[in-house]
């Protein structure tokens, strides 16, 4: 008897620990909403934040070398090689130096922007990788997974890997629920 198809999940603990919460019916909407900005703090934690923030920002002169920009992001995609969350933060950020935008309002588009792509690349690798297992409803989980990530505030999300506060370990665990009337309702 298997535990369900998301321990041979080829993802991070932190997103077989949401593709579970998705599948078990025992957790509810709102349980499984508040593993999503977990899983994506976690990933976007080693992503080269500070970097890309330094080349969107710049200075008072940085409108003017806009093509510089890209060859500065292309570099920092060499130096993040493998990370998911860091490719997808630059290709957010080069999509954000075409369209013009400087300074901190193009940090936190781009990493909004990239937030929400990887998230939702994620929720479909969870969803090929329930289907491939021969999940008996794979488009309950889907649904469960949509609905964790419409409830995903992006921006609040960006907003405290902007200001730091995922350095905290406690931050980036989900919560035990240890009392009697934390269980599954009745």
């Not at 508040?34 to 890309?52: C, T």
């Not at 995609?77 to 999509?95: H, P, Q």
């Not at 505030?153 to 009392?179: C, M, Q, W, Y």
């Amino acid at each position: 008897m298997s535990d369900g198809p998301h321990r041979s999940l080829p993802m991070r603990r932190h997103w077989k620990a949401l593709a579970a919460r998705a599948a078990t019916p025992a957790y509810s909407p709102t349980q499984v909403a508040e593993a999503f900005p977990v899983a994506l703090k976690r990933d976007f934690r080693e992503a080269p934040l500070s970097q890309i923030r330094d080349i969107l920002g710049g200075g008072p002169q940085s409108s003017l070398f806009q093509e510089d920009r890209t060859a500065q992001l292309e570099a920092a995609r060499r130096a993040c090689r493998g990370s998911a969350a860091g490719n997808t933060l630059i290709d957010c950020a080069i999509e954000a130096n075409a369209n013009g935008l400087t300074g901190d309002a193009a940090f936190k588009t781009t990493l909004e922007n990239a937030l929400d792509t990887h998230a939702r690349a994620n929720c479909h690798a969870v969803e090929e990788h329930y289907k491939r297992e021969n999940w008996p409803n794979p488009a309950h989980v889907r649904d469960r997974l949509g609905a964790a990530r419409d409830a995903c505030s992006f921006g609040a999300v960006a907003t405290e890997l902007i200001s730091g506060k995922t350095n905290d370990k406690s931050d980036l665990r989900l919560p035990k629920r240890k009392g009697l009337d934390e269980g599954p309702p009745l």
